[in-house]
């Protein structure tokens, strides 16, 4: 862009040039007197006339050579831009997958992937749980009914275990009591 605003500023600056040579070209040609088809023209005028020529090329081609140099340090900045611009979108692209990525244990993964995988394995962790935790409930269920069940059994077993007392104590007492009968009949006799 900077190159073509000063090739445009280059070609204005030769056009005003070869215009302001023109119109003094065209004064020296009307100032001179004319002898049959030749114009003649006073040697001061053209030496004068020459003389602005030259400065007029000595000094367009010193603005060449300066717009030139102008024209190359442009350019040699514009391609350094250049490179700039593209170390710059690498480092964008170096920063965008860090964004996008994430380290575990030293292999980069993407950061979706990675939560899929974590919500994942914490969805199942929590469906493991709950499951342990219906499972553990149903055993303590089961638990409680067998220990009301022994406890039950236990009172029947020590229910059962004292009328069994009590009726060996109680044919005990009648087995002695007719074995005193029976002593008590052989004494007599």
């Known amino acids: 862009m900077k190159s073509k605003l000063f090739t445009i500023l280059f070609l204005l600056v030769g056009q005003l040039?070869?215009?302001?040579?023109?119109?003094?070209?065209?004064d020296l040609m009307d100032n001179t007197?004319?002898?049959?088809d030749y114009k003649v023209i006073k040697i001061e005028e053209l030496n004068n006339f020459w003389e602005i020529v030259r400065d007029t090329t000595t000094l367009n081609k010193a603005k060449i050579d300066?717009?030139?140099t102008l024209n190359e340090s442009l350019l040699s900045n514009a391609e350094n831009d250049q490179q700039t611009i593209e170390s710059k979108h690498q480092e964008i692209?170096?920063?965008?997958?860090q964004i996008s990525n994430i380290n575990v244990f030293g292999i980069s993964v993407e950061k979706t992937f990675f939560k899929i995988v974590v919500f994942s394995t914490?969805?199942?962790l929590i469906l493991i749980l709950a499951f342990s935790f219906v499972?553990?409930?149903e055993r303590m269920s089961i638990a409680n009914t067998?220990?009301?069940?022994?406890?039950?059994l236990e009172r029947e077993y020590e229910a059962f275990k004292k009328e069994a007392l009590e009726k060996q104590m109680k044919l005990r007492r009648e087995l002695q009591t007719e074995r005193n009968r029976q002593d008590e009949k052989r004494s007599t006799v």
Do not use: V, W
């Open 146 to 152: 067998r220990i009301q069940d022994y406890d039950l």
């Open 66 to 68: 300066e717009l030139r």
């Open 17 to 26: 040039n070869a215009q302001q040579l023109n119109q003094q070209f065209s």
């Open 122 to 124: 914490i969805g199942a």
């Open 93 to 97: 692209e170096i920063l965008k997958s």
């Open 135 to 137: 499972k553990l409930k």
């Open 33 to 36: 007197e004319t002898f049959k």
